[in-house]
């Protein structure tokens, strides 16, 4: 009666299921809140009337409250919990013991993260550019820089979901020691950051120098990590193949 | 305490044969789940040591007390953590490494975790889904109304009682009409009406010539789960064959009884003299001791009391339990 199940199904499928698992109102609720900081954060720039260049201000910003705070701790939430919790509470044995192989499992877990995420940062950070009122120059850099920060830091947090127990607290760590203190070294520690590649969208399409971090063209702070989306996928599966399920 | 005389002799380490369970398999097919000196250890601690048998269809009972093994054992079988020794074969193949063999598994986990957002239908219709299961939804009521659970049912599964979750879990486990079905602890948390529809459809679903695996840590569950047993005890096979032999078997053992009396040495010495009891021991007013034959000892032990004219406070059983007999089978003792 049981057949294998085609990858394609298997994403779809996975996809589904974690969509209804992730969406809980007190994740909503709470990291909704955390959006609209950054909106009241910026209504308060527009309001200003002492700041000598608005534009860097709602720069730096958004990339200090956006980029190092709500985009990657929404996607920790949620990417962190599409596995981890299963791994955590026992239910992932309902996606290992299928006729199915892993690399969609991972992938679908991914999808349903970034699917869940992408609105709840996109359209507060979107909101809040154009609350901003520095033109429509901002709105476009953030649309992109969140995008791609979501893909990967959702690919990354997937992986450490698989990894770590107590993911979120891991996370937490990480976002705020390495992707917080370590972006702001410079050169080489910078850009193993992936904050580094966020901001740099940021600061490129702004045409605005953010300490010396405007090192990476556009096209690498696209290109990088979706390379490490990839990398960070490919290794999620291979934890998933090996690992010993509860 | 003073040793009165020598205990029984204990049993020897090798699994007890009960029967033909470890030596064949069933008639009506080859094999469908052998392991092969099986062993598993997590750090110092082994779980599985050095376990071989070959099952082939209808029920088999895994015996043992909670922290035995079995759901370790179970868990290996189905592919879900590699052994540390020997090797696992479930129709022939490794359900670790082997992806359309998982198809033909049927898992209800002993864990009570479940996707609690669901309601019943949905979980028994995404287990078959993720099965590959082409008529999913039509699968997924037969298999519900199999366990007597309506699809209709918009609750959530995280608002079900035990029973009845525990019945959910096995219509997700059969609804892709698997040829291995691994039932850990599935009659835990049941009422006594319950345990009876689940044993009828545990035995319906053997003569379909599947395989079950169905583990308990009650004695009289698996008594009424057919006569295949393995006794799992501290990791160990510990007996393996017929239910019956085993019931002989725990019998036949030796017995540990404590008496009170003010007159323990008189009395001990009486019960040595007429052969009543072996490793008789005396502390304070307490008699323990080891018999075989409980009835005859029972019998014997009032008038022997009434001819010595001593006072028999209480005549108790220590080691009436599975445990006691775990311990017999691995330890002798």
Known sequence: MSASVSPLRAIGLVHGLLIRQLLTRGRILALLALSVLLGVVSLSVRLSDTLENPLRSSVEIFDVVGFTLVVPIVALVFAGAALGDSREDGTLVYLWLRP??????????????????????????????????????????????????????????????????????????????????????????????????????????????????????????????????????????????????? | MTDVSSPPPPPTGAPVDLGHLTQAYSASGPPMV??????????????????????????????????????????????????????VE??????????????????????????????????????ALTNGVDSAETRARAALDYVEIS???????????????????????????????????????????????????FNDLAGQDKCLLVSSHVLDEVARLGSNVLVIAQGRLAAAGDYHALRDMMDD????????????????????ERDLAKGVSVENEEITLDTTDVDRFGRAIAPLAVELTAHLGSVA?????????????VEGR
Request: aromatic residues 6%.
């Open chain 1, 100 to 246: 199915m192989d892993r690399w969609p499992v991972v992938v679908g877990a991914w999808l349903a993260a970034v699917s869940v995420s992408l609105p709840l940062t996109v359209v507060p950070l979107g909101i809040s550019a154009m609350i901003a009122g520095v033109g429509e120059g901002l709105l476009m850099a953030t649309v992109l820089a969140a995008l791609v920060g979501v893909l990967v830091y959702s690919a990354v947090f997937v992986l450490l979901g698989l990894l770590l127990k107590n993911s979120i607290i891991w996370g937490i760590g990480y976002i705020l020691i390495w992707e917080g203190l370590i972006a702001q070294f410079g050169s080489a520690l910078g850009k193993a950051a992936l904050r580094g590649y966020t901001r740099s969208i940021l600061a490129n399409r702004m045409d605005i120098d953010l300490d010396g971090f405007s090192e990476v063209s556009t096209a690498s702070a696209v290109a990088i990590p979706i390379v490490v989306t990839i990398v960070a996928l490919f290794l999620a599966a291979a934890r998933l193949r090996t690992m010993e399920i509860d």
């Open chain 2, 151 to 201: 699809a209709d049912d918009p609750k959530r599964v995280g608002a079900f009682s035990k029973g009845m979750r525990q019945r959910v879990k096995l219509a997700a486990a059969l609804v892709h009409d698997p040829e291995i079905l691994v039932l850990d602890e599935p009659l835990t948390g049941l009422d006594p009406v319950q345990r009876s529809r689940m044993i009828e459809l």
């Open chain 2, 34 to 87: 052998e392991a092969f000196g099986v062993t598993k250890a997590f750090g110092d601690v082994i779980a599985v040591s050095d376990v071989s048998f070959r099952i082939g269809s209808g029920i088999t009972a895994i015996l043992g007390p909670n922290g035995a093994g079995k759901s370790t054992l179970f868990r290996i079988l189905c592919g879900l953590t590699p052994p540390s020794k020997g090797r």
């Open chain 2, 253 to 272: 053992r030796p017995h540990r009884i404590r008496i009170e009396t003010d007159q323990p040495r008189r009395l001990a010495a009486a019960i040595i």
């Open chain 2, 317 to 329: 059983p220590l080691d009436d339990d599975l445990e006691s007999v775990f311990r017999y089978l």
């Open chain 2, 90 to 127: 479930v129709l022939g193949r490794d359900a670790r490494r082997d992806r359309d063999v998982r198809g033909r598994i049927g898992l209800a986990p002993q864990q009570d975790a479940m996707f609690d957002r669901l309601s019943a239908f949905e979980f028994v219709e995404y287990a």
